[in-house]
């Protein structure tokens, strides 16, 4: 009879949610029906964040992507530790995430031009940059160099990442340098914002592209907003550090939504590809007008030169004839 009083509850399997939750308009969704439109709140737009798989998915060429270096693995060379070790949460992240870093990079093709990608996930630890994270995008500039083709950076993260100190701080200078020798080559760098791309990864390569771009309503700023407030001591502006804001007060290039970056990144490699070639055109229609010009100086002076000589041949024949007549 009370055989079942004392029994412990079974383990119930918890079903996976259907249902989404938008945080902007708070309107509630099923869940195929937000991922039809590439992760986007179809009531008010809001752009969910979304994984490196799924966006290196909406970006590239189906089919066209091809990882690089996903076997590089961070360390834990100051042996930080703080509520957790350093090397605790390295291997929580990847348990929770299936990568060895918060960076995904790669070749693909959009529009079908070749194009180096690398891109954040912010949920390996918040998308911070780390040494493995620099040297993952360092090798995709040298590829793309390699290449002679694009780069692109998507970020989504909170910026360098503590745990490792100076060496994350490193990587905004070793990036930086490294897309210099890429724009010294004359390749395109196009930087993508998502939302959040803060901190050091703001104060580095994210805001050093050809072009950058923005989702919309991003996160974008170096510290966040309490902390902004409590250094200046004044009432900040209401939506300072979102994209909308950026865009109109010329920080960024243009906000382009989801569902329209393929074809808007495919629109502007054509562009430099094809000004690229405008260039070349110019220059060498240049180089033949001067070879022309040297050639018909050459000709001028030699043609100078056979008159001299002809004028001196009279000279002697004259002379000579003055001798005999003597």
Same mark, same amino acid.
């Given at each position: 009879?009370?055989?079942?009083?004392?029994?412990?509850?079974?383990?119930?399997?918890?079903?996976?949610?259907?249902?989404?939750?938008?945080?902007?308009?708070?309107?509630?969704?099923?869940?195929?029906?937000?991922?039809?439109?590439?992760?986007?709140?179809?009531?008010?737009?809001?752009?969910?964040?979304?994984?490196?798989?799924?966006?290196?998915?909406?970006?590239?060429?189906?089919?066209?992507?091809?990882?690089?270096?996903?076997?590089?693995?961070?360390?834990?060379?100051?042996?930080?530790?703080?509520?957790?070790?350093?090397?605790?949460?390295?291997?929580?992240?990847?348990?929770?995430?299936?990568?060895?870093?918060?960076?995904?990079?790669?070749?693909?093709?959009?529009?079908?031009?070749?194009?180096?990608?690398?891109?954040?996930?912010?949920?390996?630890?918040?998308?911070?940059?780390?040494?493995?994270?620099?040297?993952?995008?360092?090798?995709?500039?040298?590829?793309?160099?390699?290449?002679?083709?694009?780069?692109?950076?998507?970020?989504?993260?909170?910026?360098?990442?503590?745990?490792?100190?100076?060496?994350?701080?490193?990587?905004?200078?070793?990036?930086?340098?490294?897309?210099?020798?890429?724009?010294?080559?004359?390749?395109?760098?196009?930087?993508?914002?998502?939302?959040?791309?803060?901190?050091?990864?703001?104060?580095?390569?994210?805001?050093?592209? &050809?072009?950058?771009?923005?989702?919309?309503?991003?996160?974008?700023?170096?510290?966040?907003?309490?902390?902004?407030?409590?250094?200046?001591?004044?009432?900040?502006?209401?939506?300072?550090?979102?994209?909308?804001?950026?865009?109109?007060?010329?920080?960024?290039?243009?906000?382009?939504?989801?569902?329209?970056?393929?074809?808007?990144?495919?629109?502007?490699?054509?562009?430099?590809?094809?000004?690229?070639?405008?260039?070349?055109?110019?220059?060498?229609?240049?180089?033949?007008?001067?070879?022309?010009?040297?050639?018909?100086?050459?000709?001028?002076?030699?043609?100078?030169?056979?008159?001299?000589?002809?004028?001196?041949?009279?000279? &002697?024949?004259?002379?000579?004839?003055?001798?005999?007549?003597?």
């Amino acid at each position: 009879m009370f055989g079942n009083l004392f029994k412990k509850d079974e383990v119930v399997q918890e079903t996976p949610n259907q249902w989404i939750k938008c945080p902007k308009c708070t309107s509630l969704m099923y869940y195929k029906e937000v991922e039809a439109k590439q992760n986007v709140c179809p009531k008010c737009n809001h752009h969910f964040r979304i994984s490196a798989e799924k966006r290196i998915a909406s970006i590239a060429d189906e089919g066209s992507f091809v990882e690089f270096d996903n076997t590089l693995a961070p360390v834990d060379p100051l042996k930080f530790s703080d509520k957790k070790s350093y090397k605790k949460r390295i291997e929580e992240a990847k348990a929770k995430t299936g990568k060895t870093s918060s960076v995904m990079s790669g070749s693909c093709t959009i529009g079908g031009m070749p194009i180096e990608i690398a891109v954040f996930d912010f949920s390996f630890m918040g998308g911070s940059l780390g040494s493995v994270e620099g040297e993952k995008i360092v090798r995709g500039i040298n590829r793309a160099i390699k290449n002679n083709c694009g780069f692109i950076i998507v970020s989504a993260s909170g910026g360098a990442r503590m745990q490792e100190s100076t060496y994350s701080l490193l990587q905004m200078s070793k990036t930086s340098a490294a897309l210099n020798r890429l724009h010294q080559k004359d390749l395109p760098f196009i930087s993508i914002l998502t939302d959040p791309t803060m901190g050091g990864v703001s104060a580095s390569f994210a805001m050093l592209g &050809d072009i950058i771009m923005a989702e919309p309503g991003a996160l974008i700023g170096f510290a966040g907003q309490r902390v902004i407030k409590q250094t200046v001591g004044v009432d900040l502006p209401e939506g300072f550090q979102r994209s909308e804001f950026l865009l109109e007060h010329g920080l960024i290039d243009m906000i382009v939504e989801r569902g329209e970056m393929h074809q808007t990144l495919s629109d502007l490699f054509k562009l430099f590809k094809r000004d690229k070639k405008v260039v070349i055109e110019e220059v060498v229609p240049e180089k033949v007008e001067t070879e022309e010009v040297v050639q018909e100086e050459e000709v001028i002076e030699e043609v100078e030169t056979e008159e001299v000589e002809t004028e001196e041949v009279e000279t &002697d024949t004259e002379v000579t004839e003055d001798e005999s007549k003597v």
